[in-house]
């Protein structure tokens, strides 16, 4: 495939996968763009090179690098900053879709850190000008870490739309909160909430999930518009299946079987939220399936194949379930043919102590493998404090509708290029984590690179 390539001095070239040199190079990036799309029809591929973003070579020095860095910071905070207006570096990649790094203003999907050691999902959305909210973290005391990153870029208090995908606490923690003296601090006590769309079926009785409830029924006592998935997708009690979101924006809510019937598994009950943002006749889409494990996903893919036009290639897929063995699989995968891959998790042994298992786990890395090499993840367990690491830290996929950047408030590294990935671990016979002194320890790489990413 071609693709077309920023030269970063007022020059676009066209290049073949693979290929050092190239084929042409232009002044102009419509011409790189016709060049290249003539070249893809002789190889017998129909794509818009406009959809195939522009790579940046590197070109920026240490100097150079310092302001960005800078503008970056000052730009995050004003939320003013387009990607477009710099230069950035960028790395081999195998897919179509190239990623700067930068923050572009019009759709942003911010994958936050959460201020403590457990994984969990807290996703901020800016859509033109909407405040979106899925899920609020793993601990009540998230809360305070979502409202003041939210607070940077949510100027006006109101959260237009908050969704709730499941009743697992690393999901609805932060949305209660903690009290004090009968104030609560939670997310959906400090701000005013457009719509709430949650979770159809929970078997949770746990106290959070009783606390949730209770600001749930607050909400609707206020004036939100509150609807499960359920109602959502099938656009009963006034609930919608497309929310628009102006300029070529919109999000829908997902089918999931999960949402009719109990499943065993809780996490199956996930609502899933298809975002898109379509400019000059391209759609790019983005796929945020919360926990759903294979069950969901199998009838998911099933649906939309019978239905065929909705769901298909996406941008981004967030892994499922923080890259969890059950999920993000084949079936999915081979559908939805993700570019990017967000993996909201801090990587450590918090649920096994098997390391293939431990979050983002091997399989899931073989399985995205054969798609991208664009995997990214918020956190890591930090061993000597006992706390919270980054990796790529709160992560920012945006889009100016024609180009896809990636903003990482730690780094930019692909998981394969972490040290984390490629460290000695020690396991035994069973490939459970122990010490180096452990009798029988066996020295291995966390993980084993895929063939597709060497
Ligand atoms: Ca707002
Ligand atoms: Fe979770």
Redesign the pocket.
């Known amino acids: 495939m071609y693709k077309v390539y920023d030269n970063g001095n007022g020059k676009y070239s066209v290049k073949k996968d693979g290929s050092k040199r190239a084929s042409k190079i232009f002044d102009n990036k419509n011409d790189a763009y016709d060049y290249c799309d003539k070249k893809n029809k002789e190889l017998g591929i129909e794509s818009s090179a406009k959809n195939n973003f522009i790579f940046r070579k590197i070109i920026i020095g240490v100097l150079s690098a310092f302001i960005v860095v800078i503008v970056a910071i000052l730009g995050l905070k004003f939320g003013i900053f387009d990607a477009s207006n710099l230069s950035s570096s960028s790395s081999n990649n195998t897919s179509s879709i190239v990623v700067n790094e930068g923050v572009h203003n019009e759709f942003q999907i911010h994958f936050l850190e959460l201020g403590n050691k457990y ?3 807290s996703i901020y959305i800016k859509a033109g000008e909407n405040d979106i909210l899925i899920d609020a973290g ?1 601990l009540k005391g998230s809360a305070k870490y979502i409202k003041e990153y939210v607070d940077q870029y949510c100027i006006d208090g109101k959260l237009e739309y908050v969704i709730a995908t ?1 009743a ?1 606490i ?2 609805i923690s932060g949305f209660v909160g903690n009290s004090s003296n009968g104030i609560r601090d939670g997310i959906l006590y400090q701000y005013e909430v457009g719509t709430l769309i949650d979770f159809a079926l929970t078997e949770k009785t746990h106290e959070i999930y009783k606390e949730y409830l209770e600001a749930r029924e607050m909400l609707k006592a206020n004036g939100t518009n509150v609807y499960t998935a359920a109602q959502a997708f099938n656009e009963t009690d006034g609930a919608k299946r497309i929310y628009e979101l102006g300029e070529g924006m919109q999000f829908q809510i997902l089918y999931n079987k999960y949402y009719f019937e109990l499943s065993k598994v809780e ?1 199956n009950h996930s609502v899933v939220t298809l975002f898109s943002y379509t400019k000059n006749g391209v759609k790019n889409d983005y796929l945020l399936t ?2 759903l494990e294979v069950e969901g996903e199998e009838a998911m893919v099933e649906y939309y194949k019978e239905n065929p036009g909705i769901l298909g290639h996406v941008v981004l897929f967030k892994a499922g ?2 890259g969890s063995k059950t999920s993000s699989n084949d079936v999915l995968l081979e559908l939805i043919t993700p570019e990017i891959s967000v993996v909201t998790c801090c990587a450590w042994a918090q649920y096994t102590e098997k390391n293939a298992n431990t979050f983002p786990t091997q399989q899931y890395i073989d399985r995205i493998s054969k798609y991208t090499d664009q995997v990214y993840v918020t956190s890591v367990y930090d061993e000597e404090n006992d706390d919270l690491g980054s990796l790529n830290g709160t992560v920012i996929i945006s889009s100016n509708g024609e180009e896809v950047s990636m903003y990482g408030s730690n780094n930019t590294t692909k998981l394969k290029d972490t040290e984390w990935f490629s460290e000695t671990v020690y396991v035994d016979s069973t490939g459970k984590l122990v010490t180096k002194d452990t009798a029988g320890a066996i020295a291995i790489p966390r993980r084993t690179m895929p063939a597709a990413w060497k």
């Open positions: 994984s969990g999902d793993s499941h697992d690393d999901h996490n919360g926990d379930h923080h």
